[in-house]
């Protein structure tokens, strides 16, 4: 949460969570994937950093096939702590940590892949294809999400940032509605039908109705944004017949401006995944065919 006038910037958030690896499992079958995840005993798992701790739930349903990916999303995060906070209390000895701060996203997005025939995008993503050649693809990208950041019990900023930054003093939450469309390119570099490099990128347009809450007060009119934004995933691995492994990156950012504050999200994760594909049991390959929606 930056002000946009320059003399306020010492009293800007920049909120980062501070969250614990995950162990997760995958097992699939088709267009059918079941995926959970536990507490890995790596990374972050108590306060005694100084930068509390961030408490993660996400669900993802996937509809995958080979021109389209369609997806629905939940997530909450709960808990952050401020890395700007030594600029506005210069005496403080540790970060100030802030467990009221909650993001939550529910949406829906699609991908379509209009280079199907020849260019995976699953295949360094899903492990659900494989790419034997190199190719690059054009793509789309289209979504709605509902997106709300907030406070449980206080204000987004402290005491001691409003009584500098008076523009946002008092605002509890912002709550908003993202519609957004763009292009894309992908680029799978393939060597001895195993190895694999990735990239692809969107360039997003973004348009958002949002309001906001101020405490003590009705919730505000809706107010509109438009922006422009990027969403990149970069990958590489080994994906045979059999054993697949790989590594994957991917990030996007949205941009919103209220009450004289630029207000940015960026997020960014790192999955490391290992598999082996078995042969299909009989009975499943049989109870599956009777089930006439799915090999629509």
Do not use: C, H
Request: glycine letters at 8%; zero cysteines.
């Amino acid at each position: 949460i930056k002000p946009t006038d320059k003399d306020m910037e010492k009293y800007r958030s920049d909120f980062r969570g501070n969250f614990s690896d995950q162990f997760g499992v995958t097992l699939a079958y088709k267009k059918i994937s079941l995926q959970f995840g536990i507490k890995s005993p790596f990374g972050i798992r108590n306060s005694t950093t100084g930068k509390g701790r961030t408490k993660s739930l996400g669900i993802i349903i996937r509809v995958r096939k080979p021109n389209y990916i369609l997806e629905a999303q939940y997530r909450r995060l709960l808990g952050y702590y401020d890395n700007n906070s030594p600029n506005y209390i210069p005496s403080a000895d540790t970060l100030a940590v802030r467990p009221d701060i909650q993001f939550n996203n529910i949406g829906m997005n699609g991908i379509y892949n209009f280079s199907w025939k020849k260019y995976s995008y699953n295949a360094p993503l899903t492990f659900n294809d494989r790419q034997l050649k190199t190719r690059f693809g054009l793509v789309a990208k289209a979504g709605i999400n509902y997106m709300r950041i907030s406070s449980n019990d206080s204000t987004l900023l402290s005491s001691v940032q409003a009584s500098g930054f008076s523009e946002f003093d008092n605002v509890q939450s912002l709550n908003a509605l993202l519609f957004k469309v763009g292009p894309g390119l992908g680029l799978n570099i393939v060597v001895l039908k195993r190895f694999y490099v990735a990239l692809n990128g969107f360039l997003m347009g973004n348009f958002i109705a949002y309001t906001y809450d101020v405490k003590n007060q009705e919730r505000s009119p809706y107010g509109f944004n438009t922006n422009v934004y990027t969403e990149t995933a970069f990958g590489f691995g080994y994906n045979s017949k059999r054993l697949f492994a790989g590594a994957s990156f991917n990030g996007d950012i949205n941009l919103m401006r209220i009450r004289g504050a630029s207000i940015r999200t960026n997020f960014a994760t790192i999955f490391l995944t290992v598999g082996y594909r078995f042969d299909t049991p009989s009975f499943l390959t049989k109870q599956y065919k009777k089930v006439g929606i799915l090999n629509k």
